[in-house]
């Protein structure tokens, strides 16, 4: 997949020398141990939304700034919620960017942040690599989360999901995936193709027109389907995608109406799959063109679980940072 160029191919930057997660940036090169202390780890925070007192004090005097260069209400909000049940105090900026040198008006802005004793950003931005960036530019004892960067990672929202399919599955051995819609533009299929093989599911499949496929994803490990209904056939778990128009440059898809009618999931299209098929989406849902409103509120959609699981998740996230992660032992919480 595309728009990866100028980021770091490996992820050394995530790790400190002795080992330990430090950032949280991208799925790619990240250990399955670790990805799965991740998951346990939030399976503890999972049950907090229930209780009368929601916080622990894990993160207490610590804090924390949601750098929005991007808009989204939904995943700034989540964030917030599983900092603040950390017990750590939280800056919500949603930033502009100057015509010029963005990459140093991200610097001097962070830098400026960083100065009133910053303890983690969580970054989002519509250019590929810039949590690298910061990361990069700051003191060791300050963490950075990347909260979606241009069309190259989401990886907490792979990391939510992969926690979702999990509570609903079980684990991931045997099972088989399908990733559905607008593959090309999407930082949230890329991370959850690296997250899905890296736990060892048995076949991940993606599915879309051919204008939105990457004529490169196959070396990812994925089977390509322009056929929806040939590509729905037995999956166990299916992940819609929003169709990003905004990051389209050119007319890549036919009408709203043929995109729904050939790619949108409906219940007829939905019988293809398992009986027990799972049916998940990142949000915001443009319901009668990437889903059916019935399907959407069916009994298979686990869409509602999936926001409820990312604040347990990200507050994991949060936790092991601060606390450190190690390679082999996984997280060590604060």
Same mark, same amino acid.
């Given at each position: 997949?595309?728009?990866?160029? #100028?980021?770091?191919?490996?992820?050394a930057?995530?790790?400190?020398?002795?080992?330990?997660?430090?950032?949280?940036?991208?799925?790619?090169?990240?250990?399955?141990?670790?990805?799965?202390?991740?998951l346990? %780890?939030a399976?503890?925070?999972?049950?907090?939304?229930?209780?009368?007192i929601?916080?622990?004090?894990?993160?207490? *005097?610590?804090?924390?700034?949601?750098?929005?260069?991007?808009?989204?209400?939904?995943?700034? %909000? %989540?964030?917030?919620?599983?900092?603040?049940?950390?017990?750590?105090?939280?800056?919500?900026?949603?930033?502009?960017?100057?015509?010029?040198?963005?990459?140093?008006?991200?610097?001097?802005?962070?830098?400026?942040?960083?100065?009133?004793?910053?303890?983690?950003?969580?970054?989002?931005?519509?250019?590929?690599?810039?949590?690298? @960036?910061?990361?990069?530019?700051?003191?060791? /004892?300050?963490?950075v989360i990347?909260?979606?960067?241009?069309? /190259?990672? /989401?990886?907490?929202?792979?990391?939510?999901?992969?926690?979702?399919?999990?509570?609903?599955?079980?684990?991931?051995?045997?099972?088989?995936?399908?990733?559905? *819609?607008?593959? @090309?533009?999407?930082?949230?299929?890329?991370?959850?193709? /690296?997250?899905?093989?890296?736990?060892?599911?048995?076949?991940?499949?993606?599915?879309?027109?051919?204008?939105?496929?990457?004529?490169?994803?196959?070396?990812?490990?994925?089977r390509?389907?322009?056929?929806?209904?040939?590509?729905?056939?037995?999956?166990?778990?299916?992940?819609?995608?929003?169709?990003?128009?905004?990051?389209?440059?050119?007319? @890549?898809v036919?009408?709203?109406?043929? =995109?729904?009618?050939? =790619? *949108?999931?409906?219940?007829?299209?939905?019988?293809?799959?398992?009986?027990?098929?799972?049916?998940?989406?990142?949000?915001?849902?443009?319901?009668?063109?990437?889903?059916? #409103?019935?399907?959407?509120?069916?009994?298979?959609?686990?869409?509602?679980?999936?926001?409820?699981?990312?604040?347990?998740?990200?507050?994991?996230?949060?936790?092991?940072?601060?606390? *450190?992660?190690?390679r082999?032992?996984?997280?060590v919480?604060?």
């Amino acid at each position: 997949m595309s728009d990866s160029r #100028s980021i770091p191919s490996d992820s050394a930057i995530q790790f400190d020398s002795h080992g330990r997660l430090r950032h949280f940036l991208t799925i790619h090169g990240m250990p399955r141990e670790t990805l799965l202390g991740i998951l346990d %780890t939030a399976e503890s925070f999972i049950s907090f939304g229930q209780r009368e007192i929601r916080k622990v004090p894990l993160l207490r *005097g610590k804090t924390l700034v949601n750098l929005f260069f991007e808009p989204s209400t939904r995943t700034r %909000t %989540t964030f917030e919620i599983a900092a603040k049940r950390l017990s750590a105090d939280v800056i919500n900026l949603s930033a502009t960017r100057m015509s010029t040198s963005k990459g140093e008006t991200i610097l001097d802005t962070v830098r400026t942040l960083e100065a009133m004793h910053t303890d983690m950003f969580v970054v989002r931005d519509s250019a590929s690599g810039s949590s690298h @960036l910061i990361a990069s530019h700051l003191p060791p /004892h300050v963490r950075v989360i990347n909260a979606g960067d241009g069309r /190259h990672a /989401h990886p907490t929202q792979a990391m939510l999901d992969m926690f979702t399919i999990r509570r609903e599955k079980g684990g991931f051995e045997g099972l088989r995936v399908a990733i559905i *819609g607008d593959i @090309l533009h999407s930082r949230v299929a890329r991370s959850q193709i /690296h997250a899905l093989g890296t736990l060892g599911v048995d076949e991940i499949r993606v599915i879309g027109p051919r204008t939105l496929i990457p004529t490169e994803i196959e070396a990812m490990g994925v089977r390509a389907f322009s056929d929806m209904r040939a590509g729905l056939r037995d999956v166990d778990v299916i992940m819609m995608l929003r169709l990003q128009r905004e990051r389209m440059e050119g007319q @890549l898809v036919p009408s709203e109406q043929e =995109y729904f009618s050939r =790619y *949108g999931l409906t219940e007829d299209k939905l019988k293809l799959a398992s009986p027990d098929a799972i049916v998940m989406h990142p949000g915001p849902i443009n319901r009668g063109l990437e889903i059916a #409103s019935s399907v959407a509120d069916g009994e298979k959609s686990v869409i509602l679980s999936q926001v409820t699981n990312g604040i347990a998740v990200r507050m994991s996230i949060m936790a092991t940072l601060m606390g *450190g992660t190690d390679r082999e032992n996984g997280p060590v919480t604060p």
